[in-house]
């Protein structure tokens, strides 16, 4: 992968250096704009032009990314020009759409502000929007010039984005980094500038396996590990007008992967009972009860990674191995649902 990572407590220590450029821009949201003059103290970023949309995935739509354009179109922004986008992934995910998209393509540069942005969202060269309610609808592949990661910037993160975060370097860590497990597992309390190593794991995990297959024709799905019920407890919970963020969908998806790892590849069960002590401790569950199984199993079926209307989650025999496309039959995954539920006290 061509892009460039550089992992410190803050941009000023890391030294931001852009490619050469005519203009530049940066691009914002509402929330972040506010820490912007903490986040970029000390480098040269603080006296570019700055393009705010609202913060919120409810702005990542096509009228904040025709905002950009417009805001790229007054600046004179040129083919030689660069965008930087300094936010969590909503920010990185519609910064990156609407560079990649005006003129044909301009160069850009992710400042990663939040944990998930960070381990997830600023690399791997997926950008876009949402569009007429559906996630990502509208995008296209697109490498960053260079990710930055100021871990200090996390400092202002409310509890429950760091949490977000971690459920998707805990993903992560079983996917491609298993020997971080051990600490990860036993963590009391999450302390964002103490991870850059844990950080830097993350991404170099995601890149390899983008690496080896850039545009998801099949080895990049592992990544989806813990999000084919993740995805269907995060919806659940939207519809119950209960939102959860993102990545504790995600880390309560994983519990129930682990355990079809265990029923149906063998996984050895102490995975199990070690993850889920850990989300009970640091997690809010995502609460569900057995009336919702119809409902949560029509939400995993609709999931795109599913083909003739089998069943199909990325499961692991060991952590560290991870196998997409592997076919559950509705039984198994009603049992995996009550354990899950058993493991959380739910
Ligand atoms: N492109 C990809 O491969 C990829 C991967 C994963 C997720 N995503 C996308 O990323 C988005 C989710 O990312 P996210 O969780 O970072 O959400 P986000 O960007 O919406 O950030 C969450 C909230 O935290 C605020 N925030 C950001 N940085 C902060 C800071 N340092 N201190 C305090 N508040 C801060 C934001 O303003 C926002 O309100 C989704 O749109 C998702 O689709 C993309
Ligand atoms: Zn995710």
């Not at 460039?4 to 005519?22: F, Q, R, W």
């Not at 030689?80 to 393509?105: E, P, Q």
């Not at 944990?115 to 309610?133: Q, R």
Request: a negative charge; glycine letters at 8%.
């Amino acid at each position: 992968m061509s892009e460039e990572i550089h992992i410190g407590a803050t941009l000023a220590e890391l030294g931001v250096s852009l490619p050469e450029h005519d203009r530049a821009l940066l691009v914002t949201d509402s929330n972040v704009q506010r820490l912007l003059p903490e986040i970029l103290r000390g480098t040269m970023l603080d006296e570019l032009p700055v393009a705010v949309i609202e913060d919120g995935e409810e702005n990542k739509t096509l009228d904040s990314a025709a905002h950009l354009w417009r805001e790229m179109q007054r600046h004179g922004l040129t083919r030689s020009s660069i965008v930087v986008n300094v936010g969590g992934g909503m920010v990185t995910d519609i910064g990156g759409f609407a560079a990649a998209t005006y003129k044909r393509g301009l160069r850009f540069v992710n400042v990663a502000t939040t944990l998930l942005g960070a381990v997830d969202a600023s690399v791997g060269g997926k950008t876009g929007i949402d569009f007429d309610g559906h996630k990502n609808q509208v995008g296209v592949f697109a490498e960053t010039s260079a990710t930055y990661v100021p871990l200090h910037a996390f400092s202002t993160l409310p509890r429950e984005q760091l949490l977000s975060g971690f459920g998707e370097v805990l993903k992560t860590a079983y996917i491609g980094a298993p020997e971080l497990l051990p600490q990860l597992l036993e963590t009391e309390e999450l302390n964002p500038e103490a991870m850059a190593k844990t950080v830097a794991t993350c991404l170099r995990v995601k890149s390899e396996i983008v690496e080896q297959d850039p545009h998801e024709h099949g080895l990049r799905k592992v990544l989806n590990l813990g999000h084919t019920a993740g995805h269907a407890f995060e919806s659940l919970a939207l519809r119950r007008g209960r939102p959860v963020p993102h990545g504790i969908a995600i880390a309560q998806g994983l519990l129930t992967a682990l355990i079809l790892s265990h029923t149906q590849l063998d996984m050895p069960s102490a995975h199990i009972y070690s993850y889920a002590e850990m989300l009970r401790r640091l997690f809010p569950a995502v609460p569900f009860t057995c009336d919702d199984y119809p409902e949560l199993l029509a939400l995993i079926r609709a999931d795109k990674k599913n083909v003739a209307d089998q069943i199909r989650f990325t499961l692991l025999p060991t952590p560290g191995d991870a196998l997409p496309d592997q076919t559950v039959p509705e039984k198994a995954l009603e049992t995996a649902l009550d354990i899950t539920r058993d493991l959380l006290g739910l």
